[in-house]
């Protein structure tokens, strides 16, 4: 995961209509394929037996499905003529905004605020199942004349197989219950009915704080994220009420990759005099005295998605904003968030704040060995069901085109940041705009992959683009593209993999049904309030629908780590290319042959090329990847097996502190002094009191668990194993004394980056160290873990020895270790990035050794020459002292030396041979120790004086 900054929020910006008025072009004209409906509200229903009656004029007679299909509801019957069904737009009755279907003999009550279409235009009986057993009638819901409501603005008829139109949601009720015919189903479209408006160019108005950060400044598209569909400026009747402000939310992705979430509160407020213009009033054709209204919105921009917690705030906000006499400023609330509020951390996950009356909690997500996720995967579930879940992770998985949809804004971030989070140990690398303004509606043309959330409303004017697939999340309709179609049908899924995944799904989804996660996101009136126990529920529920992803993703790569291909030599520039990195072949020959067409086609996608580059090189999500590993591992020896412990994850927090932050305080301000505003006010620098900036308190960029691991850090995974080992050693002395030894070798091996830099011979330490290692190998006296094969590799590479680091990951291979995904990563990287000599130097190298083997040679010749004339001398009787010198070499050569890793190799010898690495021991007999480098080795003089 990308460094993000240890701060609550970032930026705190006011959008809504600017000094520089400018009509806002909410569609390019040159993307509109075929115009549909006018968009005018629905406000009659009508039933026609045409063979009786005749289709009343204004009404539009459906007569056809979307494909061409009758739409008759008598077709297949004897007796009777056509039945069809009829609707009106216009503005001059309340709009309907709901329609059901009744079933008369089923005892089944009417729902509150429905009217049945009792009686077709003529006068009849409006049954649409005539001759059937089951009385089928329309049944619809009315909603206010004035202000403004979602209304139905579409009506079609779908037959049985017939995917809906975009935008429009299915009723899943047959309006044909007899046995003759085929089925019909009703399917409609909503919109937001507003009067009588005119858009502009919404622009930024007011932010805090004033100067961009460094690492990420104010994006210029904020407004128009903010505002999708402009600055409304409205003519209300006089009886029309207040609309609720709305809350939506979207997500920014910077050049880097780093991604930047904004939570937005979108309310209404009187345009003021001042700003009031004579080309408004022009465009919606009203007088000077009529009252205009606008909207206007506020909107907290951070790294960190603390979306129900920003909505609170925000929420609270407006509320304050609207109240009369409060005793601060806005700004003073408003600064206290962005520079008084701590960020919570894993010893505090829980910051509380007060603004006003209200207490507003910022907690961190549920902390698992997964990467941390922003999202909440309940929202998936409730509007998804497990066939479609299931679908989408296919799409993603074959890097199709994607497209979501909603007339609930918020709904589309939550979904998009839930899509990308189920696919580790894979990334999402292509386009994500999980909240597109329909003005940016044009990347939805782009030849590449992406993932973009848009409101419904964008049906109204286009046609759905022949290559994307459309998901639906209102109605649960997902309608797949001509190529999405072929390759799920030839390239399927796994197929035991994916089924497994659905069973758990649905077994998640009556949970969720049953949590029931609040859906709606209009701005309370009054704040509401959520239990403990309920938050704990969800989130226990929310990691079980990861670990269920997680568990398919770890089935169908089950065997990916043994088929990573290490770097064994010299960079070049197809060093990082994924068919040397990974052995495609030997993966497929563990794979059966109808899984092969999947495979073939996913090792060419950039999700799985960028999975096997992390993988080989070091990264920030090394630690999360070696959990994968370790999950791969579980489940190929019980395929049932727990992958996350979900219940001490979830339980845990609860035992954490809360940390209570201090309210703003009236520092500078004038004692007594009351705050009311007719508008959302423009913020005022003067007021915002505090002893430092945000600025000056920005942190530097960091991850929170699981972070980018560090060399000499012990992954979770190594801790375990490590707990283990010593607990199974408690029990024997051979075991307990390697043990122990290991352990000393580790914290010495932590030591040695700072012996390098101290001593003078560093390649002769390096060398020893390696030694050290090979050595311990022989013994049988392995280190407890990888980090002192990490830390070698890393210093071989910081003395520019990347050979040494080569010869280091043979030895870890010698020693039985599978490295992890974080000693595997520094290994390639260390390869990758260092300092290999070149080849003039090898030339150079060359050139000095056949010189020294030409010096030796002569060397050599001339002792034969020394020995023949020894031989000759010793026949006279002279002593030959180049044999004496040779023995005492020889001699010297094979006197015994006692190494330090000699402990337990031969326990039944009388003498033990022993050397230890720390220093107490040297008090004891130090004229017997000599040092080497930085390793001790007794010599035999010191042994034979001891005895």
């Not at 009755?93 to 009686?119: K, M, W």
């Not at 030849?447 to 959330?453: D, N, W, Y």
């Amino acid at each position: 995961m990308e460094g993000r900054p240890e701060r609550i929020t970032d930026y705190f910006v006011v959008v809504g209509l600017g000094r520089n008025v400018t009509q806002f072009e909410q569609f390019p004209s040159e993307e509109v394929d075929v115009p549909q409906s006018t968009g005018e509200p629905i406000t009659d229903l009508a039933v026609v037996f045409h063979k009786h009656e005749v289709c009343p004029k204004g009404y539009r007679c459906i007569e056809t499905t979307p494909s061409g299909h009758n739409a008759n509801l008598n077709a297949g019957h004897l007796f009777g003529g056509p039945i069809h069904i009829g609707y009106r737009q216009g503005r001059d009755r309340p709009p309907i905004t709901d329609i059901s279907v009744f079933y008369g003999n089923q005892h089944q009550q009417l729902p509150s605020g429905y009217e049945p279409l009792a009686f077709s235009v003529g006068g009849r009986p409006a049954d649409l199942n005539r001759g059937g057993r089951t009385p089928t009638y329309l049944t619809f819901k009315r909603g206010m004349l004035f202000g403004h409501c979602t209304a139905l603005t579409g009506l079609c008829l779908i037959s049985k197989g017939e995917d809906p139109p975009p935008g429009y949601r299915l009723l899943r009720m047959d309006l044909k219950k007899g046995l003759i015919g085929p089925s019909l189903f009703l399917a409609y479209r909503t919109s937001l009915v507003r009067p009588s408006s005119v858009a502009y160019t919404p622009e930024l108005i007011s932010r805090y704080p004033l100067q961009d950060y460094p690492e990420f400044a104010l994006p210029e598209s904020v407004p128009l994220f903010c505002m999708p569909f402009g600055v409304s400026v409205e003519h209300w009747d006089r009886r029309a009420p207040y609309p609720f402000p709305t809350f939506l939310t979207f997500a920014l992705t910077n050049a880097q990759g780093q991604c930047m979430y904004g939570a937005v509160v979108m309310f209404y407020e009187q345009v003021p005099e001042e700003e009031c213009r004579p080309e408004m009033r022009a465009a919606l054709g009203v007088g000077e005295e009529e009252v205009l209204h606008m909207s206007k919105c506020v909107c907290l921009l951070s790294h960190w998605p603390f979306f129900s917690a920003f909505k609170a705030f925000l929420s609270a906000l407006y509320r304050l904003s609207v109240s009369r006499n409060i005793p601060l400023p806005l700004e003073r609330y408003i600064g206290n968030l962005m520079i008084d509020v701590p960020f919570p951390t894993m010893e505090r996950p829980r910051v509380q704040t007060q603004i006003g009356n209200e207490f507003i909690v910022f907690s961190l997500p549920v902390q698992t060995p997964l990467p941390l996720s922003v999202s909440t995967h309940c929202s998936l579930l409730s509007s998804l069901d497990p066939d479609n879940c299931c679908t989408l992770l296919s799409l993603l998985l074959f890097e199709q085109k994607l497209v979501l949809h909603s007339s609930r804004p918020a709904l589309l971030t939550g979904v998009g940041e839930a899509l990308r989070s189920v696919l580790f140990p894979f990334s999402w690398q292509c386009t994500y705009i999980p909240m597109c303004p329909l003005a940016f509606s044009s990347y939805m043309q782009a030849p590449v992959p992406f993932i973009i959330g848009i409101d419904s409303q964008f049906f109204d004017v286009f046609e759905k683009p022949a290559d994307v697939c459309v998901v639906d999340l209102d109605s649960n309709f997902v309608t797949l593209s001509k190529e999405a179609k072929t390759l799920l049908e030839q390239r399927p899924v796994p197929s035991k993999p994916i089924k497994a995944l659905k069973q758990a799904l649905k077994s998640l989804a009556t949970k969720v049904r049953g949590l029931n996660p609040g859906t709606d996101f209009a701005v309370e009136v009054a704040p509401l309030d959520f239990g403990d126990t309920q938050k704990g529920d969800l989130e226990t529920v929310d990691v079980e629908i990861r670990e269920a992803f997680l568990r398919f993703n770890a089935t169908i790569l089950r065997q990916y780590r043994s088929c990573l291909r290490p770097l064994l030599s010299a960079p070049s520039e197809r060093s990082r290319d994924t068919s040397l990195l990974f052995d495609q072949q030997q993966f497929l020959r563990h794979c059966p042959t109808s899984e092969w067409p999947f495979f073939s086609y996913l090792f060419d996608t950039q999700l799985f090329c960028s999975l096997i580059e992390l993988r080989s090189f070091a990264h920030a999500e090394s630690t999360a990847l070696a959990f994968f590993d370790e999950c791969t591992e579980r489940l190929a020896l019980d395929s049932s097996a727990q992958l996350i412990n979900v219940g001490a994850d979830v339980s845990r927090r609860s035992d954490l502190p809360t940390v209570v932050a201090l309210p703003p305080d009236d520092i500078g301000l004038s004692k007594g002094k009351t705050y009311t505003y007719l508008t959302f006010p423009r913020l005022d620098p003067a007021l915002f009191h505090s002893t430092q900036s945000p600025l000056s308190r920005s942190p530097s960029l960091r991850c929170i668990l699981p972070g980018s691991p560090m060399v000499g850090r012990r992954t979770q995974a190594e801790k375990i194993k490590d707990r283990m080992f010593l607990q199974k050693s408690i029990h024997s002395d051979s075991l307990w004394a390697k043990s122990l030894l290991s352990h000393v070798c580790s914290v010495w091996y932590m030591l040695l980056p700072s012996h390098l830099a101290a001593h003078w011979n560093k390649l002769g330490v390096l060398s020893e160290a390696f030694e050290l290692l090979e050595g311990m190998r022989k013994k049988q006296a392995l280190p407890s873990d990888e980090v002192c094969y990490r830390i070698l590799m890393e210093q071989c590479v910081k003395l520019g020895r990347p050979a040494l680091a080569v010869r280091v990951y043979h030895e870890m291979i010698k020693a039985g270790l599978q490295p992890s995904a974080v000693t595997y990563g520094f290994y390639n990287k260390a390869v990758i990035e260092g300092k290999w000599p070149s080849t003039k130097r090898n030339w150079k190298i060359l050139k000095i050794t056949i010189i020294a083997c030409l010096y030796l040679l002569g060397k050599v010749r001339k002792r034969n020459g020394l020995e023949r004339n020894g031989d000759r001398a010793q026949e006279m009787g002279e002593p030959d002292f180049s044999s004496l010198t040779r023995t005492a070499s020889t001699a010297a050569r094979r006197q015994p030396t006692i190494d330090a890793l000699d402990v337990g190799v031969n326990e039944n010898s009388s003498e033990r041979k022993m050397a230890l690495l720390h220093p107490p021991l040297l008090r004891r007999n130090s004229s017997g120790f000599k040092r080497r480098g930085s390793v001790y080795k007794l010599s035999t003089s010191a042994k034979e004086g001891g005895g």
